[in-house]
C-alpha cells in the first residue's frame, strides 16, 4: 500500500558528507511525521530525527549541529544531510513515516528498507 524508498547511502572519508533522501508512495491520504533512524552493528536501533508536517525538528544529541533533516509535504519526501561525518555515524539508515492511509483512513507506520552509510579512511 504505502512504500519508502532511501536513497544516497555509500562511502565516505571522516569529516565528508552524505545526503539521504526517502521517497513515500502508494495510498496516502495524508504524511504525519517522517523520520531517520539507524542501526550500527552491535548497537540498538535509534533515533536520528525526526520532523512535523510544520517542520519542527527533533535530532540526537550525537548529530545535533552536524545533520539536517528536511522534508517535502507536497512530494512526500523526506531528507537528512549528513555533514563533518564521523566513523561511529556508520550505520544502516532507515526512513520512517506516520502515514494515514487510503481507503480506510487508519493512521500506519511505515519502514524503509535502509540504506548504508560508511565512514572510513
Known amino acids: 500500500q504505502v512504500q519508502l524508498v532511501e536513497s544516497g547511502g555509500g562511502l565516505v572519508q571522516p569529516g565528508g558528507s552524505l545526503r539521504l533522501s526517502c521517497a513515500a508512495s502508494g495510498a496516502i491520504a495524508i504524511t504525519y511525521a517522517m523520520g531517520w533512524y539507524r542501526q550500527a552493528p552491535g548497537k540498538q536501533h535509534e533515533l536520528v530525527a525526526d520532523i512535523t508536517t510544520t517542520g519542527s525538528t527533533k535530532y540526537a544529541d550525537s548529530v545535533k549541529g552536524r545533520f539536517t533533516i528536511s522534508r517535502d509535504n507536497a512530494n512526500n519526501t523526506v531528507s537528512l544531510q549528513m555533514n563533518s561525518l564521523k566513523p561511529e555515524d556508520t550505520a544502516v539508515y532507515y526512513c520512517?513515516?506516520?502515514?494515514?492511509?487510503?481507503?480506510?483512513?487508519?493512521?500506519?507506520?511505515?519502514w524503509g528498507q535502509g540504506t548504508q552509510a560508511t565512514v572510513s579512511s
Open positions: 520512517n513515516a506516520d502515514v494515514k492511509v487510503m481507503p480506510t483512513m487508519i493512521r500506519l507506520n511505515y
